[in-house]
């Protein structure tokens, strides 16, 4: 099959298929009228991989971000653009860790509006020049994406703030999640103009682009796939008030490697896919890992840094040094506070004024000595909530001076106007602390910036008038609620809310001994000036490498529609089980050996009234009527019942709590597999078990002959877990030197006697069968969880021993795709049963046939 990583769909049409992986000459727009495309499939999204060998030696890696890395500027002459790399832009700063060996390739929107009729002129220069691939967004579409969709619902919610009244944030309007998903949709057209999915590396950044994943993973089955969030991901109750929670979820899932800044923001994730989409997680090896039909998606945790390149060379400017002297004369005898913030609502700039003037009010001393110059950057949202921002902090700043200026004296100082890049970095330079205190914030870089401006260079102690062998100092006031506050371990930490807090932080700031500064100072430069943003970038493609590195030895295929889809990944070995390929071995096969589980294979978990019903009885009986075979139902159930529902099968052989107890048929005794002495054990696990039931919801004890099961299956997933792992701790600590297991299953803790399990019975069921001359040539065991592993790891075992003949057919079956020690599949219990009762048809035929000729 040939990959659809094309750079020219006119290639196609004209039969020319060589330039098929490699980027071409022009690429074709994909839509350039204002339109809204359906979450549904369309009408091309077949999963498509590819069956060749990659013509590009070279790794590559393919960034999707909302905007490029670009300026753009219109000529003077009208004749055209000037486009130039934006120096400030994260995309392209993080090519520094990528490798020189790595192409890379850009794919986003421009900042500015590009006509109709120029947009495949500027296409065709953007990818020879800069290697960008614009996507072109229609006005209207782009209004309801970005100012409507990102930040009237995601970024308020990210950032905690719910939709309670329409003054708060936008109520949810499907029309802008429309709009959301057919931009997203676009990106992904543009990225399959230039894919070679058997190579390329995509690295999709921010929450513009969080169903993007799932439009590739369903072109390219096997795409190598990293997303980073650079927004808090907020707690399970916030996210839950989303109407597409699941959806966002679950196309984020479509990714091989999802990175967060911190752990909070990771573990709410986790927690929101435990709780909306039942998945638990694991930690392997110091990795995070979700097991998701079969695919382990990997989390990544670590945040971003700056470019030290990118800043030292601002630093090093003319314009940098001459501005330093200049703010040196301002602020002459005058200490300087720094606060650097967008102009929103969550940056908390108007609650940093208020401790200013609480500082002013109960330490006077500082009175005409301390400064605040506030630069407060133009908002990139708009509206209502914005306006209110800049007018509550002019009208505080104009309070504050009023109440304690005096002449040549303003205790604050608010920039409001765009400043360039040297100019920031100047104020940097002589304020001795910077103060962050957003009240909700993703990763937030300012102090980062500040603390390596703090480092200075030779020219720059001139201008700041120190001597350049004295060691460095910066101090750092910050919120605790923003994503870089756990990294910077010597900062003051603060809640933004309590402005009381806040002016007592800032006055313990500014009384630090110099040698503490310096200390602090130290100890922030070598953690910023060693994680910068190619350490960061370097990491992840590291990992994104180990997370796509078994791609290619597994078997993947895509179900489900619309953004519910998702790509079942599985061993080579593992397929579906044909009906008529069992059944044509089956009967030409004369010593059968069928071992059953009964909950979940062949009754759903979810049925409420669990006893088997007339149709599971008639096919049970069939199959045991048959002199050929010997069924065997293993079940963790207890022996009582399963005598009670199955007491019309009076040839099925029965194993019970997981095969303690065990008969061949109704007219033997129950016999016990394991030896036990006694179950004086019971006597110390069940009164810890019944404290952990009192203490969690939901959650009982199930008491067995052999066992005690703790089952937490209607507790809060997050907190029964929890309590799980500590059961399990606590189980195995008292019952160290007695002769029993201690396991964690599926919402469940078990203790039962050594020895134990599924596996055991297959053991001894093809034992007894060689003992009797009957050496099985068929073996069919059917099981849906972990405690039916055990027998497919016996009877897979046992093809090459001397307990099955040696052309022994041999099918163990799992309900369900999903990684098992099985080698065939069942789709679930409906599958099972219509197997089931083919095989009782055979039977039948066969008794029937054998009845006719003995007549």
Not at 73 to 95: P, T, Y
Not at 438 to 461: F, Q, S, T, W
Not at 488 to 495: C, E, F, Q, T
Request: hydrophobic fraction near 40%; charge should be negative; charged fraction near 25%.
């Amino acid at each position: 099959m040939v990959s659809r990583s094309y750079s020219n769909l006119l290639d196609l049409a004209s039969g020319d298929t060589s330039t098929f992986g490699r980027v071409g000459k022009r690429l074709p727009r994909v839509m350039t009228v204002a339109g809204i495309i359906s979450e549904l499939d369309d009408d091309n999204c077949n999963s498509v991989s590819s069956d060749v060998p990659s013509s590009i030696s070279q790794e590559r890696m393919i960034i999707v971000g909302n905007q490029l890395p670009l300026r753009a500027h219109r000529r003077s002459d009208g004749g055209g653009w000037n486009f130039s790399w934006d120096e400030d832009s994260l995309l392209l700063q993080l090519k520094d860790g990528l490798g020189e060996d790595v192409e890379v390739i850009y794919v986003g929107c421009l900042r500015e509006e590009i006509d109709p009729s120029e947009q495949d002129d500027v296409a065709q220069t953007l990818l020879e020049t800069f290697k960008c691939v614009p996507a072109f967004l229609p006005p209207d579409l782009f209004t309801r994406f970005y100012h409507g969709f990102c930040k009237q619902h995601l970024w308020p919610l990210f950032h905690y703030m719910l939709p309670l009244s329409p003054d708060l944030g936008g109520r949810f309007d499907r029309s802008l999640w429309q709009a959301y998903v057919s931009v997203n949709k676009i990106f992904a057209d543009k990225v399959m103009e230039v894919i070679n999915p058997d190579d390329d590396f995509v690295w999709v950044h921010d929450y513009h682009l969080m169903v993007l994943p799932t439009f590739l993973r369903k072109r390219f089955n096997r795409v190598k796939l990293g997303f980073f969030l650079h927004s808090p991901f907020p707690s399970s109750e916030i996210y839950r008030t989303l109407p597409v929670r699941d959806e966002l979820l679950r196309a984020l899932l479509n990714s091989d490697l999802i990175g967060f800044h911190t752990f909070d923001y990771a573990r709410h994730f986790l927690s929101c896919c435990s709780r909306m989409l039942g998945l638990a997680y694991q930690s392997k090896r110091g990795y995070i890992g979700l097991e998701y039909y079969g695919r382990t998606v990997s989390i990544k945790i670590l945040p971003v840094g700056i470019h030290m390149g990118q800043l030292r060379s601002v630093m090093n400017l003319p314009e940098t040094e001459s501005r330093v002297a200049e703010l040196m004369d301002t602020f002459k005898g005058q200490t300087v506070l720094l606060g650097v913030d967008d102009m929103d609502i969550f940056k908390g700039i108007s609650l940093k004024l208020l401790a200013m003037e609480q500082l002013l009010m109960q330490h006077p001393h500082w009175r005409g000595k301390v400064v605040l110059v506030q630069i407060a950057n133009p908002a990139r949202g708009r509206g209502r909530d914005v306006q209110e921002v800049q007018s509550e902090t002019c009208s505080t700043a104009e309070r504050i001076n009023a109440k304690f200026g005096r002449p040549g004296y303003k205790p604050v100082i608010l920039i409001d106007t765009p400043l360039q890049f040297y100019e920031r970095i100047s104020y940097y330079m002589i304020a001795e602390c910077c103060l962050v205190t957003a009240v909700r914030d993703g990763m937030n870089l300012i102090p980062y910036e500040y603390i390596i401006c703090r480092h200075g260079n030779e020219k720059l102690d001139v201008a700041l008038q120190v001597n350049p062998s004295t060691l460095k100092k910066s101090m750092l006031v910050v919120s605790e609620f923003i994503g870089c506050s756990p990294s910077l371990s010597g900062a003051i930490r603060v809640n933004p809310w309590n402005i009381d807090a806040v002016a007592e932080a800032m006055d313990s700031a500014l009384g630090v001994p110099e040698s503490e500064k310096q200390l602090r100072h130290e100890k922030h430069y070598r953690y910023v000036s060693t994680h910068d943003v190619g350490y960061w970038a370097h990491s992840f493609l590291q990992d994104l490498e180990r997370a796509c590195r078994d791609h290619l030895r597994r078997r993947c295929w895509g179900i489900g529609f619309g953004l519910g889809f998702r790509v079942i990944a599985l061993d080579p070995n593992f397929r579906k089980l044909s009906v008529e390929h069992i059944v044509s071995a089956y009967k030409r096969t004369k010593n059968r050996a069928i071992l059953l589980d009964y909950d979940g294979t062949m009754m759903p978990q979810t049925s409420i009234n669990k006893t088997p019903n007339p149709e599971a009885i008639g096919f049970l009986n069939s199959l045991c009527r048959d002199p050929k075979n010997v069924v065997f139902l293993v079940s963790g159930r207890d022996k009582t019942t399963l005598t009670e529902w199955f007491s019309s099968c009076e040839k099925l052989g029965i194993a019970a709590e997981h095969g303690y107890f065990a008969r061949l048929n109704q007219d033997e005794d129950w016999e016990t597999c394991v030896n036990v002495v006694d179950f004086d054990w019971k006597q110390t696990a069940e009164p810890v078990m019944k404290l952990y039931t009192e203490t969690t919801d939901g959650s009982t004890i199930e008491t067995k002959e052999s066992a005690l099961v703790w089952h937490y299956q209607y507790a809060d997933p997050d907190f029964g877990s929890c309590q799980a792992k500590e059961l399990l701790d606590h189980l195995e600590s008292v019952l160290a030197n007695e002769p029993v297991s201690v396991k964690s299953g599926q919402h469940i803790v078990e203790v039962k006697p050594q020895g134990v399990s599924k596996g055991l019975v297959a053991e001894r069921l093809l034992s007894t069968m060689q003992q009797k001359g009957m050496l099985p040539d068929f073996v069919l065991c059917i099981g849906d969880d972990r405690s039916d592993e055990d027998m497919f790891e016996v009877i897979t075992s046992a093809v090459e021993g001397p307990s099955l003949s040696p052309v022994a057919e041999v099918f163990a079956c799992t309900v369900g795709q999903k990684p098992s020690k099985a080698k065939y599949y069942l789709e679930d219990t409906t599958e099972i049963v219509r197997m089931l009762q083919g095989l009782a048809t055979a039977s039948d035929q066969a008794t029937r046939s054998s009845s006719q000729l003995s007549h």
